[in-house]
């Protein structure tokens, strides 16, 4: 059945890095858009990134512009989540999520993984 | 970036009662060229990762129970719970993918009274 399990989450120090990853399986990866979404410990959902299908045009939220990368593997039906220069504020559990619609960037989220929690503290 | 407000914050409805669940953007998602709302509903449980339920604002998901529904068009949009049962007690969001950045309404908890 279609799966995303996220791994790399933990305590991080403010300003340091961190690379989550996303291991997609029971769908064509390569074939799919994916996004990272976060959300912080009892608050609402926060789109994060979008990468297209072949790894082209990568879009962030302004939050983390300059921050994040985020990038893929098709030869391993990974996703990833480059972090750098954390902050407190990027607490939360992250989510990578497969994009359905029309296109890459008019998309919904179905389905989502389990999350990998990122605590950001020193 | 269009902001999306939901209302109520929550909500309590009794088992078998219709709960209505309110989205407005703060432009409108509905597309002149595809004449379709990019618009989305979610819900999630505690400890669980959101599930989809509704896109293009009225179409259900496979596998969602026919008591979910949504409605609306351009700005205002609406998720209703026909008969609510216990496990619908959840948070409801909607989310808006006409643009970038894709953004979500608050959220809206739903109780059982």
């Known amino acids: 059945q279609l799966q995303l399990v996220e791994s790399g989450g933990g305590v991080v120090q403010p300003g340091r890095s961190l690379r989550l990853s996303c291991a997609a399986s029971?769908?064509?990866?390569?074939?799919?858009?994916m996004h990272w979404v976060r959300q912080a410990p009892g608050k609402g959902l926060e789109w994060v990134a979008l990468i297209p299908f072949d790894g082209t045009n990568e879009y962030y939220a302004d939050s983390v512009k300059g921050r994040f990368t985020i990038s893929r593997d098709n030869s391993k039906n990974t996703l990833f989540l480059q972090m750098n220069s954390v902050r407190v504020d990027d607490t939360a559990m992250y989510y990578c999520a497969r994009a359905l619609g029309d296109f890459a960037l008019n998309s919904w989220f179905d389905p989502w993984g389990q999350g990998t929690l990122v605590t950001v503290s020193s | 970036d269009i902001v999306m407000t939901q209302s109520p914050d929550s909500l309590a409805v009794s088992l078998g009662e219709r709960a209505t669940i309110n989205c407005k953007c703060s432009r409108s998602v509905l597309s002149s060229s595809t004449n379709k709302n990019y618009l989305a509903w979610y819900q999630q449980k505690p400890g669980q990762p959101p599930k989809v339920l509704i896109y293009?604002?009225?179409t259900r998901e496979s596998g969602v129970p026919d008591r979910f529904s949504g409605s609306g068009s351009g700005t205002d949009f609406t998720l209703t719970i026909s008969s609510l049962q216990a496990e619908d007690v959840s948070v409801y969001y909607c989310?808006?993918?006409?643009?970038?950045?894709?953004?979500f309404g608050q959220g809206t908890r739903l109780e059982i009274k």
């Open positions: 293009w604002a009225s």
């Open positions: 989310q808006q993918y006409y643009s970038t950045p894709i953004t």
């Open positions: 029971g769908f064509t990866f390569n074939t799919s858009a």
